[in-house]
């Protein structure tokens, strides 16, 4: 079975030669493809092949770290939100298979899309080539974020909640500032606020995601003081 440009062009990226090409395309076909074979199934293998090696890398950094240390760094490098930030790297969106209506209504930059993508072709590679390839694959584009998950593990929200709390001000407060761009893919900026005043701004495709970021941006922010 040949490959269409669009993924013999994201095989590239993804440094793996299909011997059975058909699991890519498997993998990068959307449910709205109808009559078609889709990447549900796929990306139910891909979440556990990716799990266990995040979780092996994980161990192998932080020999010392007990699981309630590990557990929170696993959940954050394997969320869909990260899967679809690595599927976006490698520019998958542009090689999904999928129906038109999908397509008008902005499908491949949804973030659901792209990480259900991600993780289906971790289960394609690691079918079509074992687990080795689907482990070199993962750390090789997930090497830095495995780097820096002590520092990112903790929800920004709790910390921030947190960091207040233990000098007696009240919880956060969260603004909505802003929604822009079309209705199927809007950016909505929030800030947060101390009730000191300091506050800062983060945006994301979704209310949660800005809260986070908005989060991420104050706490950093705040570094240092005691």
């Not at 770290?65 to 557990?71: D, I, P, R, S, V």
């Not at 969320?79 to 090689?95: I, Q, S, Y």
């Not at 506050?199 to 949660?208: C, D, H, N, T």
Request: proline share 5%.
């Amino acid at each position: 079975m040949k490959l269409s440009r669009p993924m013999a062009e994201a095989a590239a990226r993804l440094g793996h030669d299909f011997i059975r090409p058909e699991l890519l395309i498997e993998a990068l076909t959307h449910p709205s493809m109808m009559g078609e074979i889709d990447n549900q199934r796929l990306e139910f293998l891909g979440d556990r092949v990716l799990g266990l090696v995040i979780a092996e890398a994980l161990l192998e950094q932080d020999r010392a770290a007990a699981e309630g240390q590990l557990a929170p760094r696993l959940n954050a490098l394997v969320r869909k939100e990260t899967c679809a930030e690595v599927a976006a790297e490698l520019e998958l969106g542009v090689a999904l298979r999928m129906g038109r209506s999908e397509t008008l209504s902005g499908g491949r930059r949804k973030t659901a899309l792209l990480g259900d993508a991600m993780e289906a072709v971790i289960a394609a590679v690691y079918l079509d080539g074992g687990l080795e390839p689907a482990r070199a694959l993962i750390l090789r584009h997930w090497g830095t974020r495995i780097e820096a998950a002590p520092r990112q593990a903790r929800d920004a929200k709790t910390a921030l909640q947190e960091w207040a709390q233990a000098r007696g001000l009240r919880p956060p407060a969260y603004d909505d500032l802003d929604r822009s761009g079309p209705d199927h893919a809007p950016i909505f900026s929030v800030a947060a606020r101390l009730e000191d005043g300091r506050a800062a701004e983060g945006s994301a495709a979704s209310k949660r995601a800005a809260q986070q970021r908005a989060a991420e941006a104050l706490l950093a922010s705040l570094e240092g003081e005691p």
